[in-house]
């Protein structure tokens, strides 16, 4: 169990139960289909689902980062983001937006026009030079995931000296500038299919626990990933199963949001797994 908190607009938010993520993909190439939204119906439908069903964050991307993904303009990128966005506040202003952007004029105008609460930047920082100074101006938690290279070139970078301490030892150089800079606010998010082949996300799963060492809330992105539909010699859309052994798995290990396309059956894992833990607790059993 632990205490950690995010600060949302001046409200500390706990992570204790850990909390969902639900994904908002305003594309048209996303790597899972049933994620891709575009019209304004389509929009409004799934924020409302994501809300209904027990999400707490909803996670507004403009730009598939699947691998070999197109490029998308910045202004293109911010005019998707934005139709979100507005939907979001007409009809439900209180709900909380992260923007999954790693463009630091994308970030400040969905935080300061559009009142997006969180950035969630896959690159941590690497394709845009301004992005820690301006999430340090604009004073929102960031999420920072490990990745090489850019969403099309991503998977030539999948050879490490140590997948753990090569990991690791990125964001700690990451959260020592973010710190610096007077971010208060990070999130750590080890990039589950970014850079990394299969067999290195399980790796990374098995050991995903030696994260708490930073002592920052941890995000777990795995919902429909390769990781799981390659393995079982499946579709993305098949995966649904998948994804929640491995959302199973991450909450053991201590993740503290799971960034999920399906957000009931992650709430789900959840609760279950609260229970477990507090169950555990009350026989007065330990994990020694």
């Known amino acids: 169990m632990n205490d950690k908190t995010i600060n ?11 909390l969902v993520m639900g994904i908002l993909n305003v594309t048209p190439d996303s790597f899972y289909a049933g994620s891709r939204r575009q019209t304004e119906a389509d929009i409004h439908n799934r924020i409302t689902s994501i809300l209904e069903e027990g999400g707490r964050i909803i996670d507004i991307g403009g730009y598939s980062s699947r691998p070999s993904a197109c490029e998308v303009p910045e202004e293109e990128e911010m005019q998707r983001v934005a139709l979100a966005l507005q939907i979001l506040n007409r009809h439900y202003p209180g709900a909380i937006a992260s923007v999954d952007t790693f463009r630091s004029g994308v970030a400040r105008r969905s935080v300061e026009v559009y009142g997006a609460a969180v950035i969630n930047d896959i690159s941590g920082g690497e394709l845009d030079a301004g ?11 960031y999420i ?3 990745m090489r290279g850019t969403p099309q070139t991503m998977q030539q970078y999948v050879t490490y000296d140590n997948l753990l301490v090569d990991v690791r030892k990125y964001l700690a150089d990451k959260i020592y500038k973010l710190e610096l800079l007077g971010v208060n606010d990070i999130i750590i998010d080890p990039g589950f299919g970014f850079s990394k082949t299969t067999e290195q996300n399980f790796e990374l799963m098995r ?8 002592g920052l809330p941890l995000l777990v992105g795995v919902s429909r990933k390769s990781m799981i539909y390659k393995t079982l ?14 959302h199973t798995l991450a909450l053991l290990k201590g993740a503290d949001i799971l960034r999920v396309h399906d957000v009931r059956e992650a709430v789900e894992a959840v609760r279950l797994i609260e229970q477990y833990s507090k169950s555990d607790s009350l026989c007065g059993c330990t994990s020694e």
């Open 8 to 18: 949302i607009r001046g409200n500390l938010i706990s992570l204790r139960p850990p």
């Open 131 to 141: 992005m820690f100074e301006t999430i340090a101006a604009l004073q929102v938690p």
């Open 144 to 146: 920072l995931m490990h």
């Open 207 to 214: 050991h995903l626990d030696e994260f708490a060492i930073f």
């Open 233 to 246: 010699g499946i579709s993305p859309g098949d995966s649904l199963n998948g994804s929640a052994v491995m």
